[in-house]
């Protein structure tokens, strides 16, 4: 999980993406008015990871106004087009990200709580050990966070991989994927939903 710093003019953002990629990225140039897939990913520094990508551009294009962001958009080239149109994040109350679809994009708007892991993070997740997958509970992967919706009072988990950086208690946009834990071995229910936070950005209220 990653703070972002959003750009705050479309001439930043283009300047800032449209750079070329990395040096084994034989086919994009710097500042030759198209931004790719590739230059995202160098700015995000991430390899390979186009929905991750796609998350990190919307996040980092949180603070430019309707126009500006069109100017952004309108520099893609057609493979970032794609990907951005298949992964575009969807912005969502807690309340509406409790029914979503597993596996989207979702921003959410609020104070993020810090709770208890273990009361709050139920089922078991796959995570890579050698060169298998094993099965361990989500409370020993992520800590934990709440986020309350302001009009319906519900609450949805949010959960941040340990290790990183903590979410600050303040009014922030945080950026994710929904998911919901699977069930364990011995056949017991699914956990309930939660967004695994990727990227956040402090929004001055």
Sequence with gaps: ME???PFKTAAEAIDSLDN???FYNIFTHSHDEKISEAEVSKVAGLFFEQQKSMLFLELAMDKLDAGAK???ISKFDDRL???YEKFKPVELSPTEALSGPDAANVIIRGTPKAVNSESYLTGFILVPVVNVFTLIPVSE????YEIR???SGEVIVLAAARGKEKLPEMHIVMGGVLKTPDAN???RAPGKKFLEV???VEEAL
């Design 198 to 200: 990727t990227y956040y």
């Design 141 to 144: 992967y992520y800590d934990a």
């Design 185 to 187: 071995e011995d056949g």
């Design 149 to 151: 919706d302001d009009e």
């Design 20 to 22: 070329g990629g990395r």
């Design 70 to 72: 069109a100017e952004v």
């Design 3 to 5: 703070k972002i710093q």
């Design 81 to 83: 087009k794609a990907g």
